[in-house]
Structures are given as structure tokens and as C-alpha cells.
Nanobody, 126 residues
Framework: DVQLQASGGGLVQAGGSLRLSCAAS????????IGWFRQAPGEEREGVSC????????YYADSVKGRFTISSDNAKNTVYLHMNSPKPEDTAVYYC???????????????????WGQGTQVTVSS
């Protein structure tokens, strides 16, 4: 049974840092792409970052490029999202997702992913 568990959200001041974790179980980590998405109230869910576990290639939304970093610990089947210098506009519920056949040119699209974890709230204060 595929499961994704996102954690690490909370309240952070603008300019601070926060690390989100996505613990995966029930599937072979190396065969999947793991994405981070976020959804603010009244907004659509948007792709933030993605990592292809097979070759560790990474992808970022323009809005977070240079501030957020995605990384993985394959031994722990865990993917992290390091949020550096967050801004108030980064406030959202953050979700992690896994896809076995993600077209990496389309990593930011939700239909590319088969499995979703529950969200973790991130609030950035100004």
C-alpha cells in the first residue's frame, strides 16, 4: 500500500528557513518521481518542485528557484523540501506526491502523479 507522509510545516518568519519531509512507503523509491505541490486558500494546487529518484534530476517553479531546494535520502525513502528565505506568498498547504511515469517536462501538473500525501500547513509571517 503506497503511503506518503508529509510533515515539518509550521509558522516561520519571512527570511527564515523551514524543512518539509515526505516519508514514502509501499513502493520502490527509485522508480518514482516525487513532487512537492502547494495550495493556498482559493487558489489551484501548483507544482513547487520535483525530483526524479532514479537520476536525482531536480525541477523548480520559477517562484521558488534559488530559495527552495529538494533533496532525498533514499535509504530512508524520504524527500525533503528546504525552504530558505520564505516569503509570505509561500504560505499554503504543502503536499508531496509520487508518480511512477511522470513526464518530467510536465512535472508541475497534478495528473502526472498517482499518489498523494496529506498536506502540511506552512505559514510565513512578514
Amino acid at each position: 500500500d503506497v503511503q506518503l507522509q508529509a510533515s515539518g510545516g509550521g509558522l516561520v518568519q519571512a527570511g527564515g528557513s523551514l524543512r518539509l519531509s515526505c516519508a514514502a512507503s509501499g513502493f520502490t523509491f527509485d522508480d518514482f518521481a516525487i513532487g512537492w505541490f502547494r495550495q493556498a486558500p482559493g487558489e489551484e494546487r501548483e507544482g513547487v518542485s520535483c525530483m526524479s529518484a532514479s537520476d536525482s534530476s531536480t525541477y523548480y517553479a520559477d517562484s521558488v528557484k534559488g530559495r527552495f531546494t529538494i533533496s532525498s535520502d533514499n535509504a530512508k525513502n524520504t524527500v525533503y523540501l528546504h525552504m530558505n528565505s520564505p516569503k509570505p506568498e509561500d504560505t499554503a498547504v504543502y503536499y508531496c506526491a509520487a508518480g511512477s511515469s511522470v513526464l518530467l517536462d510536465l512535472w508541475m501538473l497534478t495528473p502526472e502523479y498517482d499518489h498523494w500525501g496529506q498536506g502540511t500547513q506552512v505559514t510565513v509571517s512578514s
